[in-house]
């Protein structure tokens, strides 16, 4: 889950009402071991540092990814979806093209590009 708010105490305050509430609708527990706080870079740092503690979250300066997906914050690089070229090196490693056709190692790429770019969009 991801919530967006202004970096401010009342505003985390406000926050954590809210997921006690949620946790006691749906009974699930928010694990604060894994949740994190991002902030801006224009955000002061003794403001990052109460909100974290009001919170009781670690500030984080990456998102992380999402379903395998990197979770973008910043510019678009080339390096940003290096993981889904690698991932494809992977799976097509494991088949011995040398022993397809031509037309088998198209069908073999596209049956390959096609369901990752699928689940990446």
Same mark, same amino acid.
């Given at each position: 889950?991801?919530?967006?708010?202004?970096?401010?105490?009342?505003?985390?305050?406000?926050?954590?009402?809210?997921?006690?509430?949620?946790?006691?609708?749906?009974?699930?527990?928010?694990?604060?071991?894994?949740?994190?706080?991002?902030?801006?870079? @224009? *955000?002061?740092?003794? $403001?990052?540092?109460?909100?974290?503690?009001? +919170?009781?979250?670690?500030? /984080?300066?990456? =998102?992380?990814?999402?379903?395998?997906?990197?979770?973008?914050?910043?510019?678009?690089?080339? @390096? *940003?979806?290096?993981? $889904?070229?690698?991932?494809?090196?992977?799976? +097509?490693?494991?088949?011995? /093209?040398k022993h =397809?056709?031509?037309?088998?190692r198209a069908?073999?790429?596209?049956?390959?590009?096609?369901?990752?770019?699928?689940?990446s969009m």
């Amino acid at each position: 889950m991801v919530l967006f708010a202004e970096a401010n105490v009342d505003q985390a305050i406000i926050i954590s009402k809210v997921l006690d509430v949620f946790c006691r609708a749906s009974g699930e527990k928010v694990s604060i071991a894994k949740s994190r706080v991002f902030f801006s870079s @224009n *955000t002061r740092p003794e $403001i990052q540092n109460a909100v974290s503690n009001t +919170l009781g979250f670690d500030i /984080t300066n990456d =998102l992380g990814s999402y379903l395998g997906m990197p979770t973008i914050n910043g510019r678009v690089t080339r @390096n *940003t979806f290096s993981n $889904i070229v690698e991932r494809f090196n992977q799976r +097509l490693a494991g088949w011995s /093209t040398k022993h =397809l056709s031509l037309a088998g190692r198209a069908t073999l790429v596209q049956s390959t590009l096609s369901s990752m770019a699928n689940y990446s969009m």
